[in-house]
């Protein structure tokens, strides 16, 4: 006998995937690339211009990165509006966690819009990276992030934007193991639930101190761990040292 399956089941399995594959592993792509950033300028900008030397790279953005955004974030704002949360019924620890879960889709509709035209683009009128965005720039790709995060407000805007993304993240990939029976039992549910939340606060603890290392040399971190402020000698042709110039 054949299943017939609905389309707001298929929509809403999609949606998951695509929660996890590829925006979710793009985003442990993002935040390891900007964790460069804690050893200087010329090792994040390699990074930048690393990720520009990909092949059919406009492609990836497009099929891998924008369409799937733009999908999962519609489609997760539609799941929202239809949403009935029981909060004020049941105050259970997992209604707040989905609660945070619809607030952050949410949330973080506006923020990447915010994040792309800004980053990507260059399109925010009146902050430093307007007209020269990242993307297209890696020479100078740390100078203008820099730049941008300087301005004390937008530091914190992203910040809060790593945050949401680290819950909405961690949250959802628990969501999904419980929903497609990779994760079974309430006592593994639970566990499971432990590491999604432990989860979250590893990807905001990176994301936050790559975003202070634009700022501040290593981070939140002391200067000493981060090997591009140590004292370093130029290496002449010949084999011997020289002491760099400056």
Not at 121 to 141: D, K, M, R
Not at 153 to 167: D, E, P, Q, R, S
């Amino acid at each position: 006998m054949a299943i017939k399956l609905s389309k707001t089941f298929l929509l809403r399995k999609l949606h998951q995937i695509t929660g996890i594959v590829p925006l979710g592993a793009f985003f442990f792509v993002h935040m390891f690339t900007n964790s460069k950033s804690m050893s200087g300028a010329k090792v994040f900008n390699d990074a930048v211009g690393d990720i520009h030397h990909i092949p059919y790279l406009l492609f990836l953005e497009i099929f891998g990165i924008f369409l799937p955004l733009i999908f999962h974030s519609v489609y997760g704002i539609i799941i929202s509006a239809e949403a009935r949360p029981n909060l004020g019924d049941y105050n259970y620890g997992r209604n707040w966690f989905y609660i945070f879960q619809r607030a952050t889709g949410i949330f973080l509709f506006f923020f990447l819009v915010f994040h792309i035209l800004n980053m990507r683009f260059g399109a925010i009128p009146g902050l430093t990276t307007y007209g020269n965005p990242v993307a297209g720039n890696a020479a100078s790709a740390f100078e203008i992030v820099s730049l941008e995060f300087k301005n004390v407000g937008i530091l914190i805007f992203y910040i809060l934007g790593v945050a949401a993304t680290a819950w909405h993240l961690a949250y959802g990939i628990w969501l999904f193991a419980v929903d497609w029976g990779i994760v079974i039992g309430e006592k593994a549910q639970k566990y499971a639930l432990y590491g999604s939340l432990g989860l979250a606060l590893a990807l905001f603890a990176v994301g936050t101190n790559a975003a202070v290392a634009f700022i501040r040399p290593c981070g939140l971190f002391p200067k000493a761990l981060c090997s591009e402020l140590e004292e370093k000698k130029a290496v002449t042709p010949t084999g011997s040292t020289a002491p760099r110039s400056f």
